[in-house]
């Protein structure tokens, strides 16, 4: 149990952070999303790599026991705090991202955030995709 909660502490956090910001804040936009999730995706495997790939021995072993280094940033850090952690660095990085790179055009947002989930508005590229006028088939039986 302890293993999966761990993992998932180190892959979902970026996940929900760009996935809250793409919902209630509108200037959220591709890069900062893409660059909020690859940052959080390195940092959360670094931190697996970290944990995973060191033994600690039990107590009482004679053993080396892991480089204070390794301590201060794995062992002194639970998971569950990491994976806060993790979701404010990433959020952090999409948020600078996106405020660096032109935001996206208001056309290009409707219903897709909280704030625009009554419009009425076709959203831009919407209407390209007519399904219901798409040419039919001849499809013999076989």
Not at 38 to 63: K, N, W
Not at 87 to 114: D, K, Q
């Amino acid at each position: 149990f302890n293993y999966i909660q761990s993992i998932t502490s180190y892959l979902a956090p970026p996940i929900c952070a760009v996935y809250l910001l793409a919902i209630f804040w509108p200037r959220t936009n591709e890069p900062g999303a893409f660059w909020g999730l690859m940052v959080g995706l390195v940092v959360g495997l670094i931190r697996f790599g970290l944990e995973f790939g060191v033994t600690v021995p039990p107590c009482g072993s004679d053993q080396p026991r892991p480089p204070a280094w390794w301590q201060s940033l794995v062992g002194d850090i639970h998971y569950l705090h990491f994976g806060l952690l993790l979701w404010g660095i990433s959020g952090a990085v999409a948020i600078g991202v996106s405020l660096m790179t032109p935001p996206p055009r208001r056309e290009e947002l409707y219903r897709l955030t909280w704030w625009s989930k009554d419009a009425t508005e076709v959203r831009e590229g919407e209407d390209d995709h007519n399904f219901d006028q798409s040419p039919k088939q001849n499809l013999k039986p076989i």
